[in-house]
């Protein structure tokens, strides 16, 4: 009996080849993106109020962090990650537009990194949902709390945020409600569509 339950302590304890391949990939994988800027313009819902809607970053870090506390003994089976976010934003911009739609492709491209926010300082003219935060996460994943007798948390996460400020004008919000308005016009008519006559000119002479 007793060599029985030794041998199942063993392999609870014990990784196998495919464990330790992810344990490994986990620790060393690193991801460093900048400067994003995804941008959605509709100008043909409503001609009269065309609209922007994006999401940008400058930075965005994902990486394994060395252990900095030398008073802590090294644990293997602790996984030290940081994340860090820089210049995210969302905004909504429906007054002063420039029509991108309109521009050739090199000139939407340094329009859009222009607009991305550097150290989470706001860009003028910007009508932001989420203005610009500075955001970074430090967590200690426990693969293996059973081998510590779980003492030990299986994961410590420490989240930092500078600032965090949410606003919304009178446009951005009448600009969200004709939307809304729109999809759920077209979601209605949608089952009858089937029945809608495909003609390029109106049968009756005259109407088009």
Not at 183 to 206: E, M, N, Q, S
Request: charged share 25%; proline share 5%; aromatic share 8%.
């Amino acid at each position: 009996m007793n060599i029985i339950l030794e041998a199942n302590n063993k392999s609870a304890e014990d990784d196998g080849f495919v464990m330790k391949i992810v344990v490994a990939a986990i620790k060393n994988i690193q991801i460093n993106i900048s400067n994003v800027h995804i941008c959605y313009e509709d100008s043909t819902t409503y001609k009269e109020n065309i609209f922007q809607l994006g999401v940008s970053f400058s930075k965005l870090v994902f990486e394994t962090e060395l252990n900095k506390k030398p008073e802590k003994p090294a644990n293997d089976n602790i996984i030290n990650k940081m994340v860090k976010l820089d210049g995210f934003s969302i905004y909504l911009n429906s007054k002063k537009i420039i029509r991108l739609s309109d521009l050739p492709g090199n000139d939407i491209n340094s329009i859009l990194k222009s607009q991305i926010s550097e150290k989470g300082q706001a860009i003028p003219d910007v009508e932001y949902i989420l203005c610009p935060i500075n955001f970074e996460s430090k967590a200690d994943i426990h693969r293996k709390p059973e081998a510590d007798k779980y003492q030990l948390p299986i994961a410590d996460l420490t989240m930092n945020l500078d600032s965090f400020h949410l606003q919304l004008n009178n446009h951005q919000i009448s600009t969200m409600l004709l939307t809304v308005e729109t999809i759920d016009r077209v979601t209605t008519a949608a089952p009858y569509r089937k029945w809608r006559p495909d003609f390029k000119k109106h049968p009756i002479k005259g109407i088009t």
